[in-house]
């Protein structure tokens, strides 16, 4: 599997999961708010190794991003949980 099935994967479940707290959400901004609060482009090896400040500093990089405050550290558990399972799984 490529980087290209990865970006996929994440911007899908990116999408998936933030569908129900933010207005307007698309596959990109997934990739936008990872490389915002990782400093770095997002691979499944990077998300393998998150810790809880990763986690905090994604969830405050969706809160400006998107200028809304729904966004949780619980939804992007969520998010690499999933795309690591498809991601892994594939």
Known sequence: ???????????REFMTELDRVVEKVTKQDGWEVFSMALGEEPSAERLEHLDEDDYEALAQAAVEYFEEDDAAEADFEEIVRATLDTYEGE
């Open 1 to 11: 599997m490529d980087d290209t099935d990865f970006a996929a994967i994440l911007g």
